[in-house]
């Protein structure tokens, strides 16, 4: 079993619409996790951290975390073709940070 | 505030040969991690450093090896170069391991 597990996609959501990504990990020991975005070429860039069980809102995004499920999700709201990119589930694990393969978004115009 | 910084930003080597690749840390963090990324992959752990200790390494052969200096800047050293290393080397750095913070990355080119 892969350590986090991301749906490879790629998803396209109409501008405007909601972007739902989804994430689950294999360490019921993990505390913190992450959503990281990155450009084609470019390298991750930190959008979300999220602690604790609940929602966290930031602006547009919302991430979601279950730790009984072992399951993270991110919400995009109102999604911009700007968005286009990949995102990346990272999660901690025996003191160290491990990323998923990523979900490529597309907002098509 | 400075960011993390790597150096170089391209590179290509031949088969069998060495490379060092370099990243200074933000300003403030004690801790480096190195990162493979290999293209439509997510990153893969190398390795991380906490005040010049090696405290973590993922799945990599010991030809990867790292180096952390005392103002925190660290080198990855990859010897016998294959060509499956070709990828985009990733370092971050943090105060006590999260979040991490990412340089722009060496993008190793292995022919």
């Known amino acids: 079993q892969k350590e986090v597990e991301q749906n490879s996609g790629p998803l396209s959501v109409p501008e405007g619409a909601i972007a739902s990504l989804n994430c689950t990990y294999s360490d019921r020991g993990s505390q913190s996790f992450f959503w990281y975005r990155q450009y084609s070429g470019k390298s991750p860039e930190l959008i979300m951290s999220?602690?604790?069980?609940g929602d966290k809102e930031d602006g547009r995004f919302t991430a979601q975390l279950n730790k009984a499920s072992q399951y993270v999700s991110l919400l995009i709201r109102d999604s911009q073709p700007s968005d286009s990119a990949t995102y990346l589930c990272?999660?901690?694990?025996?003191?160290?940070?491990?990323f998923g393969p990523g979900t490529s978004l597309s907002v098509i115009p | 505030e400075t960011g993390v910084t790597q150096s170089p930003t391209h590179l290509i080597k031949t088969r069998g040969q060495q490379v060092t690749l370099r990243c200074s840390s933000q300003s403030g963090h004690n801790t480096v991690s190195w990162y493979q990324q290999a293209l439509g992959q997510g990153p893969q752990f190398i390795f991380q450093?906490?005040?010049?200790?090696?405290?973590g390494r993922g799945n990599f052969p010991p030809r990867f090896s790292g180096l952390q200096f005392p103002n925190y800047s660290s080198e990855l050293n990859v010897n016998a170069l294959e060509l499956d290393d070709s990828a985009l080397y990733l370092c971050?750095?943090?105060?006590?391991?999260?979040?991490?913070?990412f340089g722009n990355g060496t993008r190793l080119t292995v022919t």
């Open positions: 990272a999660v901690t694990s025996y003191d160290k940070v491990i």
């Open positions: 999220i602690y604790s069980n």
């Open positions: 450093y906490y005040r010049e200790e090696e405290n």
């Open positions: 971050a750095s943090s105060l006590d391991g999260t979040p991490l913070h």
